[in-house]
């Protein structure tokens, strides 16, 4: 993951900042709600972040048309990213809070295109919880969806 850390307040993050034509972007499409440009750092070639045009620090800052315009992006973009650099292989990621990994507090999802052997590791410690314990964990999700509705 990328160590850098933008601690600006909100609406003068780096990404507001790109967006307002401050910062340089090599900028890739943009629409009313997303934009898509280069991450800097490019994990591999083809590396892009899809931001949301709105200051939004995370995904649950979105509204839910923003989050599907996001995906919609990602997906015009993964499909523009396999055209132009044909990986084997490609990840989207999307981290939420410091101890989700985010490093930049302005929504956005990363489109990697992904190779054998390209250093790119994700720890995955299952923990394969018993049965009725995930029977548990599922009841919460649906009385917590029931009360959004
Ligand atoms: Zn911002």
Redesign the pocket.
Known sequence: MPRFIDTSP??Q????RL?AGEIPAAMVYEDAQTLAFMDIGQVNPGHVLVASRR?AATLLDLTPDEAAAAMRTAHRVAQAVQAAFDPPGLTLLQANGREGDQTV??FHLHVVPRHADDGIALSWPRKDPAREVLQGYAAQLRQALARLS
């Not at 993050?13 to 507001?16: D, V």
């Open positions: 909100p609406g993050c780096i990404f507001c967006i200051h507090f302005h």
